[in-house]
């Protein structure tokens, strides 16, 4: 097997699937080569709560991935996501030195702009500049090179557990890979559904995952909220097993197949087949119960998302809607109800922006996988400074220190 220097690798640790996203640089993008996805076993509600068992599902992911792109995968990007993520806007002011902006006044600035207080418990995960301001002059993006007195930036800083943060590192370090970088799963969704015409104008994109939804709203091509709900894919499901009293596995099975985002778009009255527990025979059961059951909890999820947005006071800058993504978003009828909950156009949310197996990533699944290429290419390229700024990097270099210092000791 090969070892390909210049390919990135997006690692989606989910709550019920590890996706691996191999892809190789090309000028016009990235060609996805390998993919390869595991049910994951160790997280609940995105965070690591079983390390052995998320090692295992990590480990069968990049092998699969590995086949499939004939190559040997020894760093990737990483995802995290979990109830624990906070994220907050900011802003600082400077004085620019010699009446020209230079980087050195673009560091001051974000580092005025970040000097708020945050718990020792918590990792700053990203810096996210929004606009500069020089002299009373808004919605500057690169002002490097601008001639002014005054600088001010406004800025979004992510933050989440520290604990959770180690923890992904320690399980993609057991499984014998290096973590380049830690990304949040919404913004890396966004970097491969969301097209640039949308972040400017405004847009909300709510990321149903298995065990959390994700929720980001962008306005003026920046990112102005991002936050995370404990809800998603594994409780829609679980309320089929307890309502319709059948295993798990069998309720994402019925879920996937036969399920609808609401009985309202039920075309007739059909029935379906649902196994019983403790061997007992299977029953008939009106597909309309089914729709019944999934449609109050997608309705939770979505009521939520967009309290979110109310609460940030966004609810009126996204002109372009809203776009639904993650497993979950390929329910049917589900975009229909949004539109209802929302008040604004939605559309799902696919992966954009790749070749090379399009046709297989071309669903929301992959978004978040496919979105961890995507920001893996741009800090290639040193392009991702502008919109992913680097977090504060002794915290992160101690999380990296602790984990090699730990795996190293494990195995002498």
């Not at 230079?102 to 702009?113: G, L, S």
């Not at 390229?381 to 210092?405: C, P, T």
């Amino acid at each position: 097997m090969a070892r390909k220097d210049d390919l990135i690798v997006g690692l989606d640790i989910g709550t019920t699937k590890i996706c691996a996203v191999v892809a190789e640089p090309t000028e016009n993008g990235v060609d996805v080569v390998g993919i390869g996805t595991h049910p994951s076993k160790g997280l609940r509600k995105g965070v690591v709560v079983d390390i052995e068992s998320t090692v295992d599902s990590i480990k069968a992911a990049v092998e699969e991935a590995e086949l499939m792109a004939d190559c040997e995968i020894s760093s990737v990007y990483a995802g995290i996501a979990g109830g624990h993520i906070d994220g907050l806007n900011s802003h600082g002011i400077v004085a620019v030195k010699d009446g020209e902006v230079t980087e050195n006044d673009v560091r001051r600035v974000i580092d005025a702009a970040k000097a708020v207080a945050i718990p020792m418990d918590r990792e700053v995960i990203h810096v996210i500049p929004q606009e500069f301001v020089i002299d009373d002059q808004d919605g500057i993006r690169e002002p490097l090179g601008m001639h002014g007195v005054r600088m001010e930036a406004k800025i979004h800083i992510v933050t989440a557990a520290v604990t959770s943060a180690q923890n992904i590192v320690k399980c993609a370090n057991k499984a014998g890979l290096n973590v380049v970088d830690i990304v949040l799963e919404p913004l890396a969704s966004a970097e491969a559904v969301l097209a640039s015409d949308e972040r400017d104008l405004g847009v909300c994109l709510v990321d149903i995952g298995g065990g959390t939804t994700d929720v980001a709203v962008f306005a003026d091509g920046s990112i102005k909220h991002t936050s995370v709900l404990g809800l998603g894919g594994y409780h829609v499901t679980n309320d089929i097993a307890v309502g319709l009293r059948t295993p798990f596995e069998e309720a994402e099975r019925i879920k996937k197949r036969f399920g609808m985002a609401s009985a309202r778009y039920l075309a007739s009255d059909d029935v379906i087949t649902v196994p019983s527990v403790g061997g007992r025979r299977p029953r008939e059961v009106s597909r309309k119960i089914l729709c019944e059951i999934i449609e109050p909890r997608v309705e939770e999820i979505l009521s939520l998302a967009r309290q979110e947005m109310i609460k940030a006071g966004l609810e009126n800058r996204i002109p372009s809607g809203v776009v639904l993504t993650g497993g979950c978003s390929a329910l049917t009828g589900i975009a229909e109800l949004a539109e209802e909950i929302f008040e604004s156009p939605v559309r799902q949310g696919m992966p954009l922006h790749v070749g090379g197996l399009q046709d297989v990533v071309r669903s929301p699944m992959y978004a978040t996988g496919v979105g961890l290429v995507l920001y893996g290419q741009d800090q290639s390229r040193g392009r991702g400074q502008s919109r992913f700024r680097i977090r504060d990097e002794s915290i992160f270099r101690r999380v990296k220190q602790r984990m090699r210092d730990w795996f190293y000791g494990e195995f002498d």
